[in-house]
């Protein structure tokens, strides 16, 4: 059973940063894709940005620039810089792995931006 646990959510005021984290208990080379997706409230939940086996990157045209997907495949784990927040950017930021045969999600961490 694949698990991905979240961390490094909080409250942050407008134009700060976090370091969102993703920790997978499974070996995330084997997936096609790590990547971090966001569900603000009466709202879809949205892609952010995700990373490649290979090391490709892909994100939102919101966050182009501002965010940052990373992997340490030695540590299993995924990152997500973010810097120069905006209260738009509140919501719960969902860990997700893409496999062959099933996407695992992790149970999110809020992100909270006041103006």
């Known amino acids: 059973q694949v698990q991905l646990v979240e961390s490094g959510g909080g409250l942050v005021q407008a134009g700060g940063s976090l370091r969102l984290s993703c920790a997978a208990s499974?070996?995330?080379?084997?997936?096609?894709?790590m990547g971090w997706y966001r569900q603000a409230p009466g709202k879809q939940r949205e892609l952010v940005a995700d990373?490649?086996?290979?090391?490709?990157?892909n994100y939102a045209d919101s966050m182009k620039g501002r965010f940052t997907i990373s992997r340490d495949n030695a540590k299993n784990m995924v990152y997500l810089q973010m810097n120069s927040l905006k209260p738009e950017d509140t919501a719960v930021y969902y860990c997700?792995?893409?496999?062959?045969?099933?996407?695992?999600w992790g149970q999110g961490t809020q992100v909270t931006v006041s103006s």
């Open positions: 499974y070996t995330i080379s084997s997936f096609n894709a």
């Open positions: 997700h792995a893409n496999s062959q045969f099933y996407d695992y």
């Open positions: 990373v490649t086996s290979s090391g490709i990157t």
